[in-house]
């Protein structure tokens, strides 16, 4: 089969990443757009790409399949937006905005263009993932009574020119690392009847949160942090348990304990799984991914937007 042509939108450490993967596969870049010519020439001579200074020109060619969005999300949605108006199917890196506004002006575009468009949101692609969400579902555990993740890093300690930590691309522990988490109990679950946030806010960024998911008869509590290094899923149930010592960060180990003994699931969370996926929807016309629907999108994103609220959190863009 022939190899799935992709033009690039970013060229910083997440590009890199992805890209250093997918080339492995059936994939090539064959086409690169970004406003750091120095690190655009670098990036397409090591991949191969063809570097251009506009994005029209890298996204308008024949021998484009899809674009691959990995820019600070704050410009995620014009890129998207444009680059669906070029008739071209978008992966777009989570989060695809930042905020419900910016989730629906992107699934507007995608059904008036008619154009594939699907959130770069690894997890779900992934074996790991998929298979907790099978137990969950097959009652593996009983009647859920509890669900607790962590996930944290320390990004406080990264360059304060970092998008990361910086206001004006909507930095902060909620939208960079708090969607994982939230996505997680989302998928599983679906929408939580109720939802508390508390977080600490510091130089016009979150640093932490903890954030209370509330379901019929039980809760999931989230704890995020850009301030320690911590990470794992403990999923209760009255009749056993699912636990990830690692739920996201190249996740490849589940392990569900119950009345039948132990079983673990080993697997592996990684980019070319994501985008061999992809490839294949787009090949077979959808429109939308089956892994990661519109409405999964747009209800995460009504989360964090309430979480934000409840904090108190507004970027200096939307003042």
């Known amino acids: 089969m022939q190899k799935f042509r992709w033009a690039y939108i970013g060229?910083?450490?997440?590009?890199?990443?992805?890209?250093?993967?997918?080339?492995?596969?059936?994939h090539i870049i064959t086409s690169v757009y970004g406003r750091n010519s120095e690190k655009a020439n670098a990036f397409a001579e090591k991949y191969g790409?063809?570097?251009?200074?506009?994005?029209?020109?890298?996204?308008n060619r024949d021998d484009v399949d899809a674009v691959y969005i990995a820019t600070p999300?704050?410009?995620?949605?014009?890129?998207?937006v444009r680059a669906m108006e070029l008739g071209k199917p978008v992966l777009c890196e989570k989060p695809v905005g930042v905020s419900v506004k910016d989730v629906d002006t992107l699934i507007h575009t995608a059904e008036k263009t008619n154009t594939y468009f699907c959130e770069?949101?690894?997890?779900w692609f992934s074996g790991v993932a998929l298979t907790v969400k099978k137990w969950v579902k097959n009652n593996e555990i009983g009647k859920i009574k509890s669900v607790v993740i962590n996930y944290a890093f320390p990004g406080i300690l990264m360059p304060k020119n970092s998008r990361v930590l910086m206001p004006e691309t909507a930095g902060g522990a909620l939208l960079d690392i708090g969607?994982?988490?939230?996505?997680?109990?989302?998928?599983?679950?679906?929408?939580?009847?109720?939802?508390?946030?508390q977080g600490k806010l510091k130089d016009g960024i979150d640093i932490s949160e903890k954030v209370i998911l509330e379901y019929d008869d039980f809760y999931c509590t989230?704890?995020?942090?850009?301030c320690r290094v911590k990470e794992n899923c403990i999923i209760k149930g009255d009749r056993g348990t699912i636990s990830l010592p690692v739920f996201f960060h190249m996740a490849s180990k589940a392990i569900l304990k119950n009345e039948k003994g132990k079983q673990v699931f080993n697997g592996k969370t990684d980019y070319l799984t994501e985008f061999n996926l992809v490839s294949e929807e787009i090949r077979e016309g959808r429109k939308e991914s089956a892994y990661i629907p519109f409405s999964a999108t747009r209800d995460c994103m009504k989360i964090m937007d309430e979480c934000r609220t409840q904090m108190?959190?507004?970027?200096?863009?939307e003042k």
């Open 11 to 26: 060229n910083g450490s997440i590009a890199n990443s992805t890209a250093r993967e997918i080339v492995k596969g059936n």
């Open 49 to 59: 790409a063809q570097v251009y200074n506009d994005l029209d020109s890298a996204v």
């Open 73 to 80: 999300h704050t410009a995620h949605v014009n890129y998207a």
């Open 120 to 123: 770069a949101m690894w997890t």
């Open 179 to 197: 969607i994982y988490p939230i996505t997680y109990c989302y998928n599983l679950f679906g929408y939580p009847k109720n939802m508390k946030c």
């Open 222 to 226: 989230l704890n995020m942090s850009l």
């Open 312 to 317: 108190g959190l507004v970027y200096p863009f």
